[in-house]
């Protein structure tokens, strides 16, 4: 089963244009996939004027909080939000969401990213519980279909976004709500819980997409299935989120992240990605799941050996893998559901380019002194440059109706 159905074959082209209506509300990737793209954007631009011209700053939660707090809880959040509004219709057979509860769920999402923005935020209680909304809302919508479905293969998914709640609280209480000292602990679960999303769905797109497509260029590669492998990795991934929990950055954490290492860079050598150069929309998959064997590898070596050069491994997972898997999920869905050909245009091939330089940059390069702040600059750069493209491109395609006239 694939995780979202999107059209390998080229889309029958309508017999007449489409009507010129806003149609932003019909199907749930639509909406949040367009705000991801504006968050990642404003988002970062607030934080390099903050960084660079000393914005004033207003709020519980110092500058660098702030900014990891809304790349984790705004920008992650509302392409998770946009992937399993998609998905959970195509896993259930059920009819997708859109209209009036879309509508909803995305007014919860901005409510939130209000309530916490850093120059005039809400007084604290506030803030928190307009902020903490969005994951409950999003699960009680897509539950409901899950539950009637009874296919069990997916309900880890409500239960991650319990733990992104959770992560979520954690991060109010160590400022917003009190002075817990919960804030490393609730990045630390953030991360790991879209840790586990990344490596689920990866293992699920990635080498179905691969083999269909290259079946379709006359060229087939063999993906053998290794249910053993997946389990092995949601394994140690698990078995690294309670050591982070339990001792964060201590020894333990860093030997289940080179066991997952380890595991999740074997599943990755089975499919086949530098056969796919040829197509970067599924080549980019790949590079978005190389990141996080990448980054455990180098989480394993600064916690076990204190290696200097991957003090920037938590880069490595937001930057690199989720950005990176996020924007070809957006681009490559927002195509395929809007019913055009999956080919990535060339201003997505430079977004692509650009992200993948801006994670380089802040992975590595800034791990030398000299360079740290010309690596930050290069890497936010980039990083606007690649998804400033992505709301330029997509922005109309998610606006606007299908391109087949048909609904959704």
Known sequence: MSFIPLSEAPSPRPAAAPARRVALFDYGFRPFFLLSGLQAVLALAVWLAILLYGLPVAGSWDTVQWHMHEMLFGFVAAAVGGFLLTAVPNWTGGRGYAGR??????????LGRVA???????PPLLAAAADLAFFPALAATLLPSLVRSGNR????FPAMLGGLFLANLLCHLDGNLAEAGTWRAGILLAVDMV???????GGRIVPSFTSSAMKRVGRPVEIAPRPWLERAALATLLAM?????AAPDGALAGITAAAAAAVTLARLAGWHGWRTLSQPILAILHVGYAWVPVGLALKAAWLLAGAGFAAHWMHAFTLGAFATMILAVMSRASLGHTGRDVVASWPTVAAYVLLTAAALAR?????????????LMIAGLGWIGAFGLFVLVYAPILVRPRADGRPG
């Open 363 to 375: 992975v590595f390069l800034a791990g030398f002194g000299a360079a740290y702040h010309p690596a």
């Open 241 to 245: 989120a309670v050591a982070d929990q």
């Open 101 to 110: 509860p879309l509508v909803l769920l995305t007014s919860v999402w901005l």
């Open 195 to 201: 840790l586990l999303m990344v490596v689920m769905i």
């Open 116 to 122: 916490v923005n850093p120059i005039f935020p809400f």
């Open 153 to 156: 293969r997916n309900y880890p």
